[in-house]
């Protein structure tokens, strides 16, 4: 069980980097101090599944270092 846990979290690290490599940057500048920068910035549909993606695969990233961490799985 535990080889399967470390797979799943080789994989997902492999997957967060390349996704979020793949993200646009976000580069605010002085603008992003008044938060002025959000006024004119919009969020196109593709980068919102990239969003998503981006944090299920976090997400089973954090519970599979987590669950080997704590040793919860043996």
Request: hydrophobic content about 55%; aromatic content about 8%; some cysteine.
């Amino acid at each position: 069980m535990v080889t399967c846990v470390w797979a799943i979290q080789i994989i997902s690290a492999l997957f967060l980097i390349i996704l979020i490599l793949m993200h646009s940057p976000k580069g605010d500048g002085i603008a992003g101090i008044g938060g002025a920068s959000h006024i004119f910035s919009s969020q196109k549909s593709a980068e919102k599944g990239l969003n998503k993606i981006t944090g299920i695969v976090a997400a089973t990233f954090i519970i599979c270092t987590f669950l080997l961490g704590y040793g919860i799985i043996k």
